[in-house]
């Protein structure tokens, strides 16, 4: 109402019929895209909140794929539906990377009392969240852009993304002792070498779509990391019976989905084939809905893991419970990659391959329900209500439904604006140095609470 104020208001003033017409468009176009960047929040925030119960790369990589195809599903194009699995595999790639990263300690770092060591926290979950969304945005965004007329060179990115990899790991954590988050892991330094890496390639091959796309969702994701830390601390601060560590989650998704939303929707992309050989699909197709799903559910669904989970709600020795619970799992897992197999690529009886929006919309909403149900076995939630957390999820699965109709973003061209993006990021640090001002003056030591700095 007060937007739909302020551009009445300016028409009257300029008087004339042109402004006013250019003003409502505006806000029409600016409308359509809150509703994309909203679902495309909704969608990461969600998988990446359920990712929290899986951890590591498999569950980043899941998460990862339902962030990729919300953005396809949202842009409205007809053209790149035919290649949904290759989009949604570099997507869960390039964000799957990130799990190799440990963040524990440095969370606790948030949680201090004094200004260095919280602000140092906050600035590290920044970094963490924007090498997450940068390389998963980096690969999504150049799926998006590989054409016939200027072919990506994936075996050349895989190669310069591990040397880069290698060489800055060595040089920052073995020659130099650059220790982010001692005495944990320092992979943080292999993944900032491989966004190095990809970005040189983006820029040296003139895809500028895609690196623009990284920079959003590494923003983004960067952003909601550190801002995430904070909703915990201050979540816990207040007593409330909740997992503020799943909100913390929540928020790295939704932002960097948003991020990466935003980064496709004001890049140039060229119209490419609505259609794709068929030949190309098994292999990313079994990778996204099968390959991923089994290894989540080998990693997560462990006898032990499962009877620990449910002592928590008084059925760990239940043991006809637990083996339904995983073998219902495994079964879920492999009919619903049988389904997509069968429907996607063995029904599909020509060299090449169309997919309607329906077709997409209907693998988007059934994976990440099947990311949902095991999260909700996984936790006991089916039988307790001890996590109610888990039923939020479904919440927002109803919302996304309803609103991913709604949205048809227009397509802009913002070009690459280092200056800007300096800027940008300048803004994030003066605003994380607020919020760590209000959270050491509203707690005493907390639990979990690490330090960097004596």
């Not at 890496?197 to 920079?215: C, D, P």
């Not at 307790?384 to 939020?392: A, D, G, K, M, V």
Request: hydrophobic share 50%; glycine share 12%.
């Amino acid at each position: 109402m007060v937007t739909e104020y302020i551009f009445r208001e300016i028409a009257c003033l300029a008087g004339d019929d042109v402004l006013p017409q250019t003003l409502i468009r505006i806000k029409m176009n600016a409308k359509a895209l809150s509703y994309s960047l909203l679902v495309a929040g909704l969608s990461m925030g969600t998988a990446w909140a359920i990712r929290g119960q899986f951890g590591h790369e498999h569950g980043a990589a899941w998460a990862g794929g339902i962030g990729a195809l919300s953005v396809l599903l949202v842009a409205k194009r007809a053209d790149w539906y035919a290649r949904m699995f290759q989009v949604a595999l570099a997507g869960a790639v390039g964000w799957g990377i990130g799990g190799i990263m440990s963040y524990g300690v440095v969370v606790g770092y948030g949680r201090g009392t004094d200004f260095v060591n919280v602000y140092y926290g906050l600035m590290m979950l920044f970094v963490i969240g924007g090498l997450y969304g940068f390389i998963g945005g980096g690969l999504f965004g150049l799926a998006l852009a590989d054409s016939s007329q200027k072919p990506v060179r994936w075996h050349q990115i895989l190669v310069e993304m591990l040397a880069g990899a290698v060489v800055i790991y060595f040089l920052f954590i073995e020659q130099w002792g650059w220790l982010m988050t001692p005495p944990r892991s320092e992979m943080w330094a292999a993944c900032l070498g491989m966004a190095l890496a990809l970005t040189w390639f983006m820029y040296r091959t003139e895809q500028y779509s895609a690196l623009r796309v990284a920079v959003f969702a590494g923003l983004g994701g960067g952003f909601g990391f550190a801002f995430g830390n904070f909703l915990q601390v201050m979540g816990n601060v207040s007593g409330i019976s909740f997992n503020f560590w799943n909100v913390m989650e929540y928020s790295l998704g939704f932002f960097g989905g948003a991020g990466m939303a935003y980064g496709t929707f004001t890049s140039s992309w060229e119209p490419v084939e609505d259609r794709s050989p068929k030949r190309g699909i098994w292999f990313p197709l079994l990778m996204v809905a099968l390959v991923i799903p089994l290894v989540v559910w080998e990693q997560s669904f462990g006898l032990k893991r499962v009877i620990d989970k449910y002592d928590k709600v008084g059925a760990g020795d239940d043991l006809g419970l637990i083996w339904s619970v995983r073998l219902g799992a495994l079964a879920a897992v492999l009919a619903t990659g049988g389904v997509w197999f069968i429907r996607y690529y063995w029904n599909k009886t020509t060299e090449w391959v169309r997919y309607e929006y329906n077709e997409v919309r209907t693998f988007f909403l059934v994976h990440l329900g099947l990311y949902t149900a095991l999260s909700l076995l996984i936790t006991g939630a089916i039988i307790s209500t001890h996590r109610i957390e888990q039923y939020l999820y479904l919440v927002n699965l109803v919302v996304i439904a309803l609103l991913m109709g709604r949205t048809k973003p227009d397509f802009s061209q913002r070009g690459l604006y280092a200056g800007r993006w300096a800027m940008g990021v300048a803004l994030v640090l003066i605003f994380m140095a607020l919020i760590t001002l209000v959270a050491i003056n509203s707690h005493g030591e907390l639990g979990g609470m690490n330090r960097r700095f004596e």
